[in-house]
């Protein structure tokens, strides 16, 4: 089983709408500012680990470890927005090409939102390979 595991730094950016913009007859959309740098800063840090993207089935593991308020000193989960979703989809995207071929191939995931209880915010991202799995009881370990 190959495995790849690294962290992003930085304060976790969920994947946004597109945004569609008319002008002179024309409209097209764009991915906005915030969410394609961070996508591009996942890339950067995924490049640093993989020399070729996975080219079969892979799990993927997230830990979004983002700033705790003071409102919310005893809670280990996020509850609140950002949705999970759409933190996955941001990092996915970053990982395509990357980590993988496509995140077509991602068959496996699970993710959390947890508050930071020593460090910086951070994106946690494990890659592995299902390539030479027999089965996904083989994976899970049962």
Do not use: C
């Amino acid at each position: 089983m190959r495995r790849v595991s690294f962290e992003v730094q930085g304060d976790p950016v969920p994947k946004a709408r597109a945004r569609t913009v008319r002008k002179g007859g024309r409209t097209w959309s764009f991915t906005p500012r915030k969410v394609a740098e961070w996508e591009r800063l996942v890339k950067a840090e995924a490049e640093k680990h993989f020399t070729e993207p996975f080219t079969g089935p892979v799990a993927l593991t997230i830990g979004f470890y983002m700033r705790r308020p003071k409102s919310r000193r005893k809670d280990n989960y996020v509850e609140t927005t950002p949705d999970l979703d759409n933190l996955e989809k941001a990092v996915l995207d970053g990982l395509n090409g990357v980590a993988y071929v496509d995140d077509r191939f991602v068959v496996v995931k699970s993710a959390a939102k947890l508050y930071v209880s020593g460090g910086e915010p951070r994106v946690s991202v494990v890659v592995t390979s299902l390539v030479d799995q027999a089965s996904m009881v083989e994976y899970l370990g049962r």
